[in-house]
């Protein structure tokens, strides 16, 4: 009987290891992500070296609501564009699934105009009316306005999109590098382009976007709050070249 009961206790043993073992490196594993590919993406990112270092919104595979608007005027569509969702995520979960910068934006629908002629002349008139329907809204890193606030390159990111339904980066030195066409030095600037600027601590780099308005004039989002702004100081010394996304 005394081998019996050495036998079981034996067993008992073992099944309490396993389990032990087994609880220790099951907490220690990666939960899975949440079918929801900002939840995978922010879960990615928080691995590597800091939140938002190297994400991009244009990594996720998002389609608009509807897919396209038709225009009749230049701006004929922009309150129905304003009632679609600026992003697929309920605000409950806008912290706990995308970090400070909250989600990213859904794309807004491509534009169809009523001909080719209008096309270039429509798309500018769109792009400054988008970029000053937020004027006043504060400066903070955010990927959507529902957040409360907008930085300078999310800005220009976001006002494309709205307005267009064209999407690029929303990191301000992939925009300076991949957003529309680098401008010459000789070539006229035009209402909706980008203005890109070097950082004031790193000359050699650049650190800021804003919009043309044309009249010697930008619209951008810096502290305190998005604002149109003169071509002067800061504005005229620090610039470093232009994009033009609408041609």
């Known amino acids: 009987m005394w081998k019996v009961n050495r036998l079981l ?5 073992q099944i309490f290891i396993f389990i032990a ?5 099951g907490s220690s594993l990666p939960l899975p992500a949440q079918a929801n590919p900002h939840r ?6 928080s691995k590597l070296e800091g939140l938002k270092k190297k994400f991009d919104c244009t990594q996720l595979k998002l389609k608009p609501v509807i897919p396209f608007t038709q225009v009749s005027s230049p701006l004929s569509d922009f309150e129905k564009r304003l009632k679609l969702p600026q992003t697929e995520i309920e605000r409950s979960q806008w912290s706990s699934c995308c970090g400070s910068y909250g989600p990213c934006p859904l794309p807004y629908p491509a534009v169809i105009f009523p001909n080719p002629e209008v096309r270039v002349d429509w798309s500018r008139q769109r792009v400054l009316a988008a970029a000053k329907k937020w004027i006043g809204l504060k400066y903070e890193h955010r990927h959507i306005p529902k957040m409360g606030g907008l930085d300078c390159s999310n800005f220009t990111s976001w006002v494309y999109n709205f307005a267009l339904g064209v999407r690029f980066s ?4 992939r925009q300076a590098a991949e957003a529309g066409r680098k401008l010459s ?5 035009l209402p909706g382009d980008l203005l890109f600027y070097w950082k004031s601590d790193k000359p050699d780099e650049i650190g ?3 919009i043309y308005l044309g009249d010697n004039r930008v619209l951008d989002a810096a502290r305190p709050t998005i604002q149109i702004r ?14 033009r996304v609408i041609e």
């Open 9 to 13: 206790n034996r067993i008992w043993s």
């Open 21 to 25: 073992l087994t609880t220790i490196v």
């Open 40 to 45: 995978s993406a922010w879960l990615l990112e």
């Open 170 to 173: 929303s990191r301000v030195q």
């Open 185 to 189: 030095e000789n070539e006229e600037l």
């Open 208 to 210: 800021h976007v804003a």
């Open 230 to 243: 003169q071509i002067d100081g800061r504005y005229e010394n620090s610039f470093a070249w232009a994009r």
